[in-house]
């Protein structure tokens, strides 16, 4: 299973868009990009999923290079809400999820 | 509400005590899963179910602890004998089941979970 490294940590300022990068080397051929957003004291939450190129949703956009052996998040125009920590996860392991410890990002006023 | 839900929210116990940890999936998913999560670490698989049918146990799952799904509805993860090292939130999360394509890009819809804490 692919192992993924995205920094531990990240601040923004309210407006700002915000970008997390997430390393995965050895993705497999058919695996796919996740990221989840947690908020303290509850369940991780699904934000976006991708296999390459650039995928866009109401909350986030997911750019995939060619090689796929990483992806960014984008997040625009920060809130204060969106002070969380985001998973980024490649692939299935037996249809389980793996997890890494994420990037806490702290968003200030 | 539709989503996952799991109870308690919150469960203090003493140590050596019994509990026991309800998650009701989202009704028409197949799959119903287990995560432990730790602080400043993510989520930690412990076990599955398709349907009624436990098909994967972690090795963090020990003997101490027992998952069920008797109807392939809601299942419950009971700790025996609990420990301070248990202490940690429970996570539970459900998928549809897709096709074998489908899942590798499945998407598990996560409850609130139940924070343990074991005195």
């Known amino acids: 299973l692919a192992k993924t490294t995205q920094p531990i940590s990240m601040d923004s300022y309210e407006g700002q868009e915000v970008n997390i990068t997430c390393s995965h080397n050895n993705i497999a051929t058919n695996d796919y990009i996740t990221w989840y957003q947690q908020f303290p004291s509850q369940g991780p939450r699904f934000i976006i999923q991708g296999y390459k190129t650039k995928v866009t949703n109401e909350v986030a956009s997911l750019f995939i290079p060619a090689d796929r052996k990483s992806s960014t998040l984008s997040l625009p125009r920060v809130s204060l809400s969106d002070t969380a920590v985001y998973y980024c996860l490649v692939g299935l392991q037996g249809g389980k999820l793996i997890f890494g410890q994420g990037t806490e990002l702290s968003v200030k006023p | 509400d539709t989503g996952v839900s799991q109870n308690p929210r919150h469960k203090i116990t003493k140590r050596g005590q019994n509990v026991t940890f309800r998650c009701d999936p989202i009704s028409e998913h197949n799959r119903l899963y287990w995560y432990r999560q730790t602080l400043g670490q993510g989520p930690e698989f412990l076990t599955y179910?398709?349907?009624?049918?436990?098909?994967?146990k972690s090795r963090l799952l020990s003997d101490r602890f027992s998952a069920e799904r008797p109807k392939g509805s809601f299942s419950t993860l009971e700790i025996q004998r609990t420990e301070q090292g248990d202490s940690a939130m429970y996570l539970c999360?459900?998928?549809?089941?897709?096709?074998?394509?489908?899942?590798?890009?499945?998407?598990?819809?996560f409850g609130p979970g139940t924070r343990l804490l074991v005195l």
């Open positions: 999360a459900s998928s549809p089941r897709g096709t074998a394509e489908g899942q590798k890009r499945e998407t598990q819809y």
């Open positions: 179910f398709q349907n009624e049918a436990q098909l994967e």
